[in-house]
């Protein structure tokens, strides 16, 4: 059974940065058997997909957050991070991170920002951002 949990949130001004951490257990980022990624949602607005890296490092990003943001994954310790910089009040949401198996036809280097493809997902750590 996979668990993560979300940590880092807070409340910044806009112009300044946070790092989102999401501890996972019950996987190895080293097996290279899992893509992750994170996900936001605003109060009324749809959960968006911002990030996601590949089995093998891959990333990919909204167009949204591209530049601002960096996805990382520390197989030292099975920690995924979301580096945010240059944050804008736009930015305020809940943040989630999501966990998926890859399939035996799915390549190390696909990821995916698509909700539906998850099926493990943490709790959310919420961030906000003041102008």
């Known amino acids: 059974q996979v668990y993560l949990a979300e940590s880092?949130?807070?409340?910044?001004?806009?112009?300044?940065?946070l790092?989102?951490?999401?501890?996972?257990s019950g996987l190895t980022y080293r097996d290279r058997e899992y893509y992750m990624a994170w996900f936001r949602q605003a109060p009324g607005k749809?959960?968006?997909?911002?990030?996601?890296?590949a089995a093998d490092g891959t990333t990919n990003y909204?167009?949204?957050?591209?530049?601002?943001?960096t996805i990382h994954q520390d197989n030292a310790d099975d920690t995924?991070?979301?580096q945010l910089?240059?944050?804008?009040?736009?930015?305020?949401a809940m943040y989630y991170c999501a966990a998926q198996?890859?399939?035996?036809?799915?390549s190390v280097w696909f990821c995916s920002r698509a909700s539906s493809r998850f099926q493990t997902w943490g709790q959310g750590t919420q961030v906000t951002v003041s102008s």
């Open 8 to 17: 880092g949130g807070g409340s910044v001004q806009a112009g300044g940065s």
């Open 19 to 24: 790092r989102l951490a999401c501890r996972a």
């Open 46 to 53: 749809e959960r968006e997909g911002i990030a996601c890296i």
């Open 62 to 69: 909204a167009d949204s957050v591209q530049g601002r943001f």
């Open 80 to 82: 995924l991070y979301l």
């Open 85 to 92: 910089d240059r944050l804008k009040p736009e930015d305020t």
């Open 101 to 106: 198996r890859r399939s035996p036809v799915t």
